[in-house]
Nanobody, 122 residues
Framework: QVQLVESGGGLVQAGGSLRLSCAASGSIFSINGMGWYRQAPGKQRELVAVIISGGRTNYADSVKGRFTISRDNAKNTVYLQMNSLKPEDTAVYYC????????????????WGQGTQVTVSS
């Protein structure tokens, strides 16, 4: 089974920066896309940013110009550089990956990390 391990969350003041990392491991054949979602208490989980195998990226309007997603294909790792953080960015951030695996058969599936807390104080 594929595992996604996240790191880099923490507490920062408004205007500060954080860099999140997510490394995928397991019987990975290929990764089509990787991305970040976030969920604040009482709110729906939302897409923050995604990057596909060709390098194309998409961002939520609320983070455009402040966040940058990148990917190291050799390490099966995705990063999220978060600058100019705002209190409304406070949430649990989840790594997501669209992965083709080698098990009993070759299967394409969607995987999630356990989440990392990002807290931005005013």
């Amino acid at each position: 089974q594929v595992q996604l391990v996240e790191s880099g969350g923490g507490l920062v003041q408004a205007g500060g920066s954080l860099r999140l990392s997510c490394a995928a491991s397991g019987s990975i054949f290929s990764i089509n896309g990787m991305g970040w979602y976030r969920q604040a208490p009482g709110k729906q989980r939302e897409l923050v940013a995604v990057i596909i195998s060709g390098g194309r990226t998409n961002y939520a309007d609320s983070v455009k110009g402040r966040f940058t997603i990148s990917r190291d294909n050799a390490k099966n790792t995705v990063y999220l550089q978060m600058n100019s953080l705002k209190p409304e960015d406070t949430a649990v951030y989840y790594c997501n990956a669209d992965i083709t695996i080698l098990k009993n058969a070759i299967t394409r599936n969607d995987y999630w990390g356990q989440g990392t807390q990002v807290t931005v104080s005013s």
